[in-house]
């Protein structure tokens, strides 16, 4: 066996320095401009993200929602505790919310919408609404802010927002759709995707321990 992995180990050092002295031809790539407008985009980290390596993006989804499942499955087996109030917070933090909220859901929007064209995209745009819901659940409390009836409804609409992200990916992929609009529709998919996700784990961690 030692034999083996030394054979392997010299192998790969000559594979290395035979790539490295461009003994193996590779073609030539286009200029990354082109590159980037092919998938209609003007920012080169969303043309790699939702098109040449879409793949990644949608494994990385699903090992999301897979992880705010589990989540939500460990807590559901641990029970709930009584319905307790919020802690009672500051003025500062209610007039923050009333201030915030609206300019956090606005840009988190933005950055969305123009992750093709600039820095942005749907996972910090999630990130951005995730953190206004943290806000809103600080000042309010989780359970005012979802009705018993309402408490499988953020999951159900987390898992729908997850299987409409892998059939226009599939689209992307199978179909070799492109353009502004599918960038922009993934994006703003992602990043209901990652808002929904922090809410569940949010309100399941709230639910068990009692509160915020």
Do not use: Q
């Not at 209609?40 to 999301?64: M, P």
């Amino acid at each position: 066996m030692k034999v083996l992995g030394g054979l392997g180990i010299v192998g790969l050092v000559v594979l290395l320095v035979w790539l490295t002295w461009s003994c193996f031809p590779l073609g030539e790539l286009p200029p990354w401009e082109e590159a980037t407008a092919a998938w209609g985009s003007k920012n080169a980290v969303a043309a790699i993200v939702l098109g040449a390596r879409l793949w990644d993006t949608l494994f990385e989804v699903l090992v999301y929602a897979l992880a705010i499942a589990g989540v939500a499955l460990a807590a559901g087996s641990l029970g709930t505790k009584a319905v307790l109030p919020p802690l009672p917070e500051t003025p500062l933090l209610h007039l923050a919310v009333a201030l915030l909220l609206g300019p956090i859901g606005v840009f988190g929007l933005y950055v969305a919408v123009s992750g093709h064209l600039g820095p942005g995209g749907g996972f910090p745009a999630g990130a951005l609404v995730g953190s206004g819901l943290l806000l809103l659940a600080l000042a309010r409390g989780t359970r005012g802010l979802t009705p018993g009836w309402a408490g499988g409804a953020w999951e159900t609409g987390k898992f729908a927002v997850t299987g409409a992200i892998l059939l226009l990916g599939l689209g992307v992929l199978v179909l070799g759709a492109r353009g502004e609009p599918v960038l922009v529709g993934l994006n703003v998919l992602i990043a209901l995707e990652v808002a929904l996700g922090a809410w569940v784990v949010l309100r399941e961690f709230a639910h068990v321990r009692g509160e915020m």
